[in-house]
Every structure is written in C-alpha cells, then in structure tokens.
C-alpha cells in the first residue's frame, strides 16, 4: 500500500459526495449531516485504533472503511428522501457496489480491498455473519462500534440542539411519546438484538442504543469512549421524558451499566 492511499481515498470520496449538491452549490441538511457524521466516524475509529495498538497498514484499512461506510446515503437520500433501508435499499450493499464503480480501491492486493468491502457490505447488520473472520472481521467490528458510537452522540446532538423536531427524519418519524414495546426490553435486557419491526415509539429507539451497550460493543476502547461520555447516562435521563413506565428501562439501563462496568474494567 503506498504511503500517500488514504490521502488520495478522501479526496476521490469528497469529490463524488460533493456531486450532490443543489443549484446553491450546497449538500441538502441531510446529506451535510451525513458528512459530518462520516468525518466523526473515521476519527473514533482513529481513537479505537490507537487503544487497540493497530499496526500502519490495518490502520489506513481500518480509515478506509469507516469513510467509505455510508457511501450510498447521499444517492439514499437523492432518490427516496429517507435513509429508512426498509423504504429504499440496503445502504451498505449500494455502498459496496459505488466503490467498484468509482474504483477507489484498486491500488490495493485483492486481500485488502475484500476486507474493507467487507467491512462495508455488515457494518449495518444485526448480527455479524460467521463467514467474517480475520482481518476482515477485524476491520468490520471497528466500523460497526466507531458507526454506532457517532449515532450515540447524534442523538445526544440532536436532543440538545432542537434538531431532532425540526427534522423527524433523524427519529425515523416515531411518535415521541410512549411506553417502550416489551419485546425490546426483554431483548435488550438480556443483551440480545431488537428486531427493527418491533420499533413503534421513540422509547424503543433509544432502548435499541442502550442495547449497543450491553454487549454490542467489540473493543474495550470503545467502551472506554462511551464511559467517558456517559453514553448511558444521557439516555437513562433521556427516557423519563418520553415514557412514564420506567420499570423496563430501569432493567435495560442496570444490565447495561454491569456489561459497561465489567467489560471496560480490563
């Protein structure tokens, strides 16, 4: 891989995502926050790396994938005004099929470029598929804690600066206000994944976070970031607002803090 890939890789990528703007010569809100919420992931991905000790090479790997991740959200957003996938199409398998297109990888062997394509192709799926081992899975579990970490502090953002009412889309258009479903919080208890067709209120979106936080995170230095954030704190406070049945999420938060507290104590 030659010094100056990763370089070369930001400069090819902003210039295609810059061929969406409008007659004004600007990103729509949406995709702006997409770029945004790119450069926020390549630089946890940075931080994760650094903690874990990568090595140069894993780490412009590891750089590449977590810029190219939501590479097909911009032509998302363009044809459907959504990044619901279940309302247009799964952005990771787009984003796979752009990158080929624009052939930003080809000065890499045919093992880096499968590894970072990879990477891509799971970072938005529930469950890792068993096929994904080494360097690849590697590459995978960073993109999918730095991805879930920079959605963390969207929604904090979000909630602060009054841009989760002025733009719905952020909440998927979940009605704000109710009990969580109880198929979420079991789920989210026991530290296992939420099926997204159980999601009716704004309470389960935000209890599908807290269960990121209750083993869905694959690096201790991601959960020493989330520590350091108070990542769970934010939303245990963040649903007295939104629900008056606190007994699941009072569940969801206490096995969430013990997963945190153990995992990030090694």
């Known amino acids: ?7 070369d890789l930001r400069a090819q990528y902003n210039a295609y995502v810059q061929s969406f703007q409008d007659d004004t010569g600007a990103l729509p809100a949406m995709m702006q926050l997409k770029v945004e919420h790119t450069h926020r992931v390549v630089e946890d991905a940075r931080r994760i790396m650094a903690g874990e000790g990568w090595g ?20 998302q957003f363009k044809a459907y005004k959504t990044f619901k996938d279940s309302d247009s199409f799964d952005h990771a398998a787009r984003a796979v099929k752009i990158i080929h297109e624009q052939g930003w990888l080809q000065e890499l062997t045919a093992q880096e470029r499968e590894a970072i394509l990879i990477a891509v192709s799971v970072h938005n799926k529930r469950e890792l598929p068993a096929a994904v081992k080494g360097r690849a899975l590697q590459i995978a ?21 009054g841009s989760l009412e002025r733009n719905p889309e ?10 969580p479903d109880a198929r979420v919080v079991e789920a989210v208890a026991a530290g296992q994944t939420v099926s997204y067709d159980w999601i009716h209120s704004f309470s ?16 201790r230095s991601s959960v020493r970031l989330v520590l350091e954030r108070k990542v769970l704190e934010f939303r245990e406070e963040f649903l007295k607002r939104l629900t008056d049945d606190q007994t699941g999420v009072e569940r969801c938060c206490h096995a969430a803090r013990s997963w945190l507290t153990n995992y990030g104590a090694h």
């Not at 891989?1 to 370089?7: C, I, K, L, T, V």
Request: with cysteine.
């Open 1 to 7: 891989m030659r010094e100056a890939f990763y370089d």
């Open 56 to 75: 140069f090479e894993d780490v412009e790997l590891g750089e590449a994938a977590a810029l190219l991740h939501d590479t097909a959200r911009y032509s």
């Open 141 to 161: 579990c960073l993109v999918r804690d730095a991805d879930k970490l920079d959605i963390l502090h969207l929604l904090e953002q979000a909630v602060n600066d």
């Open 170 to 179: 952020i909440a998927w258009g979940l009605q704000m206000k109710g009990a």
């Open 204 to 219: 389960d979106f935000v209890l599908i976070q807290i269960g990121w936080l209750n083993g869905g995170l694959q690096y």
